[in-house]
Protein backbone atom coordinates (compact mmCIF):
# COMPACT_ATOMS: atom_id res chain seq x y z
CA UNK A 1 0.00 0.00 0.00
CA UNK A 2 2.81 2.25 0.60
CA UNK A 3 4.79 1.62 -2.63
CA UNK A 4 1.55 2.09 -4.52
CA UNK A 5 0.56 5.56 -2.41
CA UNK A 6 4.01 6.93 -3.42
CA UNK A 7 3.48 6.58 -6.87
CA UNK A 8 0.26 7.97 -7.03
CA UNK A 9 0.41 10.95 -4.66
CA UNK A 10 4.25 12.04 -6.43
CA UNK A 11 2.56 14.56 -8.91
CA UNK A 12 0.91 16.48 -5.54
CA UNK A 13 4.61 17.23 -4.30
CA UNK A 14 5.71 19.12 -7.49
CA UNK A 15 6.07 22.94 -7.21
CA UNK A 16 4.98 23.30 -11.13
CA UNK A 17 1.52 21.16 -9.66
CA UNK A 18 1.29 24.19 -6.99
CA UNK A 19 1.89 26.83 -9.61
CA UNK A 20 -1.29 25.43 -11.52
CA UNK A 21 -3.03 25.18 -8.31
CA UNK A 22 -2.55 28.76 -7.82
CA UNK A 23 -3.86 29.77 -11.28
CA UNK A 24 -6.96 28.29 -11.22
CA UNK A 25 -8.03 29.83 -7.80
CA UNK A 26 -6.84 32.64 -9.22
CA UNK A 27 -8.94 32.10 -12.26
CA UNK A 28 -12.45 30.83 -10.56
CA UNK A 29 -12.06 33.26 -7.65
CA UNK A 30 -14.95 36.27 -8.35
CA UNK A 31 -13.12 38.42 -5.61
CA UNK A 32 -10.51 40.91 -7.79
CA UNK A 33 -8.64 41.10 -4.66
CA UNK A 34 -8.49 37.60 -4.31
CA UNK A 35 -7.89 37.00 -7.57
CA UNK A 36 -5.04 39.59 -7.58
CA UNK A 37 -3.06 37.89 -4.43
CA UNK A 38 -3.40 34.45 -5.90
CA UNK A 39 -1.74 35.54 -9.34
CA UNK A 40 0.94 37.10 -7.79
CA UNK A 41 1.57 33.89 -5.32
CA UNK A 42 1.78 31.25 -8.50
CA UNK A 43 3.98 33.93 -10.11
CA UNK A 44 6.86 34.25 -6.93
CA UNK A 45 5.95 29.99 -6.62
CA UNK A 46 7.52 29.72 -9.94
CA UNK A 47 10.49 32.15 -9.61
CA UNK A 48 11.41 30.61 -6.43
CA UNK A 49 11.53 27.33 -7.81
CA UNK A 50 12.84 28.26 -11.23
CA UNK A 51 15.52 29.74 -9.55
CA UNK A 52 19.10 27.77 -9.77
CA UNK A 53 20.53 29.97 -7.24
CA UNK A 54 18.32 28.91 -4.44
CA UNK A 55 18.61 25.32 -5.53
CA UNK A 56 22.62 25.57 -5.36
CA UNK A 57 22.14 26.83 -1.49
CA UNK A 58 19.83 23.91 -0.91
CA UNK A 59 21.91 21.56 -2.65
CA UNK A 60 24.96 22.46 -0.46
CA UNK A 61 23.04 21.86 2.98
CA UNK A 62 21.38 18.55 1.37
CA UNK A 63 23.93 16.65 -0.22
CA UNK A 64 25.89 14.11 1.54
CA UNK A 65 29.95 14.83 0.35
CA UNK A 66 32.11 11.64 -0.28
CA UNK A 67 33.99 10.43 2.43
CA UNK A 68 38.17 9.99 1.96
CA UNK A 69 38.47 6.59 1.50
CA UNK A 70 41.63 4.21 2.81
CA UNK A 71 44.35 4.98 0.34
CA UNK A 72 45.47 1.19 0.07
CA UNK A 73 43.42 -1.66 0.03
CA UNK A 74 40.38 -2.91 -1.22
CA UNK A 75 36.64 -3.01 0.07
CA UNK A 76 34.67 -6.07 -0.61
CA UNK A 77 31.61 -4.46 -2.46
CA UNK A 78 30.05 -1.33 -3.86
CA UNK A 79 26.83 -1.21 -3.96
CA UNK A 80 24.92 0.74 -6.72
CA UNK A 81 21.75 1.41 -6.80
CA UNK A 82 19.66 1.24 -9.74
CA UNK A 83 17.08 4.46 -11.28
CA UNK A 84 20.22 4.88 -14.17
CA UNK A 85 18.50 2.93 -16.78
CA UNK A 86 15.21 3.52 -18.53
CA UNK A 87 13.07 0.86 -20.82
CA UNK A 88 12.01 1.50 -24.28
CA UNK A 89 8.57 0.88 -25.87
CA UNK A 90 10.65 -2.30 -26.99
CA UNK A 91 11.75 -3.44 -23.15
CA UNK A 92 15.22 -2.55 -23.89
CA UNK A 93 17.42 -1.03 -21.44
CA UNK A 94 19.03 2.24 -22.12
CA UNK A 95 20.92 4.76 -20.17
CA UNK A 96 19.59 8.01 -18.86
CA UNK A 97 20.80 10.49 -16.85
CA UNK A 98 21.63 9.73 -13.80
CA UNK A 99 23.96 7.00 -15.31
CA UNK A 100 27.29 8.23 -13.61
CA UNK A 101 25.86 5.44 -11.14
CA UNK A 102 27.08 3.14 -13.29
CA UNK A 103 30.12 4.94 -14.54
CA UNK A 104 31.22 5.50 -10.95
CA UNK A 105 30.63 1.47 -10.06
CA UNK A 106 32.10 0.38 -12.96
CA UNK A 107 35.55 2.81 -12.05
CA UNK A 108 35.35 0.77 -8.60
CA UNK A 109 35.46 -2.42 -10.15
CA UNK A 110 37.53 -1.89 -12.86
CA UNK A 111 40.27 -0.16 -10.82
CA UNK A 112 40.20 -2.69 -7.81
CA UNK A 113 39.30 -0.97 -5.83
CA UNK A 114 36.45 -2.97 -4.74
CA UNK A 115 36.49 -6.75 -5.36
CA UNK A 116 32.66 -7.21 -6.18
CA UNK A 117 29.74 -4.82 -7.41
CA UNK A 118 26.32 -4.86 -6.28
CA UNK A 119 23.52 -4.06 -8.72
CA UNK A 120 20.52 -3.29 -6.28
CA UNK A 121 17.31 -2.46 -8.48
CA UNK A 122 14.51 -4.41 -9.88
CA UNK A 123 11.38 -2.36 -11.34
CA UNK A 124 10.31 0.53 -9.27
CA UNK A 125 6.96 0.96 -12.26
CA UNK A 126 3.58 1.34 -10.56
CA UNK A 127 2.95 -0.91 -13.48
CA UNK A 128 5.74 -3.61 -15.01
CA UNK A 129 6.62 -5.97 -17.20
CA UNK A 130 9.32 -8.55 -17.00
CA UNK A 131 12.05 -6.15 -17.30
CA UNK A 132 14.73 -5.90 -13.90
CA UNK A 133 17.45 -3.22 -14.79
CA UNK A 134 19.76 -5.18 -12.68
CA UNK A 135 19.40 -7.80 -14.99
CA UNK A 136 20.01 -5.30 -18.30
CA UNK A 137 22.94 -3.99 -16.19
CA UNK A 138 24.80 -7.28 -15.24
CA UNK A 139 24.83 -7.78 -19.67
CA UNK A 140 26.52 -4.10 -19.49
CA UNK A 141 29.21 -5.24 -16.98
CA UNK A 142 30.06 -8.18 -18.91
CA UNK A 143 30.72 -6.16 -21.73
CA UNK A 144 33.42 -4.60 -20.09
CA UNK A 145 35.08 -8.05 -19.57
CA UNK A 146 33.91 -7.95 -15.44
CA UNK A 147 33.85 -11.41 -14.18
CA UNK A 148 30.22 -13.35 -13.46
CA UNK A 149 31.64 -14.00 -10.28
CA UNK A 150 31.76 -10.69 -8.69
CA UNK A 151 28.85 -9.72 -9.94
CA UNK A 152 25.72 -9.37 -7.66
CA UNK A 153 22.59 -8.86 -8.65
CA UNK A 154 19.42 -8.09 -6.37
CA UNK A 155 16.88 -7.72 -8.99
CA UNK A 156 13.45 -8.00 -6.88
CA UNK A 157 13.08 -4.46 -5.13
CA UNK A 158 11.04 -1.86 -6.16
CA UNK A 159 12.29 1.39 -3.56
CA UNK A 160 15.11 1.74 -1.81
CA UNK A 161 13.49 0.35 1.44
CA UNK A 162 13.57 -2.71 -0.10
CA UNK A 163 17.26 -2.41 -2.27
CA UNK A 164 18.88 -2.36 1.09
CA UNK A 165 16.67 -5.01 2.58
CA UNK A 166 17.41 -7.61 -0.30
CA UNK A 167 20.87 -6.77 -0.53
CA UNK A 168 22.11 -6.98 3.46
CA UNK A 169 20.76 -10.85 2.30
CA UNK A 170 22.74 -10.85 -0.60
CA UNK A 171 25.87 -9.59 1.22
CA UNK A 172 25.31 -12.18 3.64
CA UNK A 173 24.86 -15.31 1.43
CA UNK A 174 28.19 -14.23 -0.52
CA UNK A 175 30.40 -13.48 2.90
CA UNK A 176 31.07 -10.23 2.06
CA UNK A 177 32.20 -7.98 5.05
CA UNK A 178 32.09 -4.36 5.56
CA UNK A 179 32.18 -1.29 5.21
CA UNK A 180 30.59 -1.44 1.74
CA UNK A 181 30.49 1.36 -0.85
CA UNK A 182 27.50 2.98 -1.28
CA UNK A 183 26.99 4.50 -4.85
CA UNK A 184 24.20 6.40 -5.46
CA UNK A 185 23.40 10.20 -6.93
CA UNK A 186 24.45 12.58 -4.37
CA UNK A 187 20.44 14.37 -3.83
CA UNK A 188 19.79 10.56 -3.19
CA UNK A 189 22.46 9.63 -0.78
CA UNK A 190 20.84 10.99 2.19
CA UNK A 191 17.91 9.37 2.45
CA UNK A 192 19.63 5.89 1.25
CA UNK A 193 22.31 6.53 4.16
CA UNK A 194 19.71 6.73 6.53
CA UNK A 195 17.60 3.51 5.16
CA UNK A 196 20.74 1.16 4.73
CA UNK A 197 21.93 2.41 8.43
CA UNK A 198 18.68 1.93 9.53
CA UNK A 199 18.80 -1.69 8.61
CA UNK A 200 22.28 -2.45 9.54
CA UNK A 201 24.19 -2.42 6.53
CA UNK A 202 27.51 -0.55 7.59
CA UNK A 203 28.05 1.21 4.25
CA UNK A 204 30.39 4.44 3.51
CA UNK A 205 28.69 6.90 0.84
CA UNK A 206 30.34 7.35 -2.38
CA UNK A 207 27.84 9.94 -3.96
CA UNK A 208 27.91 11.00 -7.68
CA UNK A 209 26.02 12.66 -10.38
CA UNK A 210 25.98 15.87 -8.96
CA UNK A 211 23.14 18.22 -10.51
CA UNK A 212 23.57 21.33 -8.08
CA UNK A 213 25.36 23.14 -5.70
CA UNK A 214 29.06 23.11 -7.74
CA UNK A 215 27.60 26.37 -9.51
CA UNK A 216 29.08 30.17 -8.58
CA UNK A 217 26.74 32.81 -8.04
CA UNK A 218 26.25 34.84 -11.31
CA UNK A 219 23.15 37.04 -12.42
CA UNK A 220 21.50 34.48 -14.94
CA UNK A 221 21.41 32.52 -11.84
CA UNK A 222 18.20 34.22 -10.86
CA UNK A 223 16.23 33.93 -13.53
CA UNK A 224 13.79 31.49 -14.66
CA UNK A 225 15.09 28.47 -15.61
CA UNK A 226 12.58 25.37 -16.54
CA UNK A 227 15.59 23.09 -16.02
CA UNK A 228 15.91 24.13 -11.89
CA UNK A 229 12.44 23.07 -11.73
CA UNK A 230 12.79 19.31 -12.97
CA UNK A 231 15.68 19.62 -10.41
CA UNK A 232 13.63 20.78 -7.35
CA UNK A 233 11.15 18.22 -8.28
CA UNK A 234 13.66 15.57 -7.55
CA UNK A 235 14.98 17.26 -3.92
CA UNK A 236 11.17 17.86 -2.66
CA UNK A 237 10.73 14.28 -2.97
CA UNK A 238 14.40 12.80 -1.42
CA UNK A 239 13.39 15.09 1.12
CA UNK A 240 9.45 14.07 1.44
CA UNK A 241 10.80 10.47 1.43
CA UNK A 242 13.70 10.64 4.01
CA UNK A 243 10.96 12.16 6.35
CA UNK A 244 9.13 9.46 5.68
CA UNK A 245 11.34 7.15 6.28
CA UNK A 246 12.31 8.95 9.57
CA UNK A 247 8.60 8.44 10.64
CA UNK A 248 8.16 5.02 9.90
Known sequence: MFFVLSKLLVIFIFPLTWVFSLLIVAIVSKDQKTKRRFLILSLV????????FLLDQFAKCWDIQPVPLKPAGTYSCAIVLGGFTSE????HGFFNAMSDRFIQGLKLISTGKVTH???ASGNGNLV?????EADWVKTQLQQFKIPDSCILIENKSRNTIENAAFSKSLLKDHHLQPPYLLVTSTFHMRRSL???KATGIDVIPYPCNFIAGKSNFSFSSLLPDAETLLKWNIYI???IGAGVNWFR
Open 88 to 91: DAAG
Open 117 to 119: ILI
Open 237 to 239: KEV
Open 45 to 52: VLWLFSNS
Open 128 to 132: HDNFA
Open 194 to 196: GIF
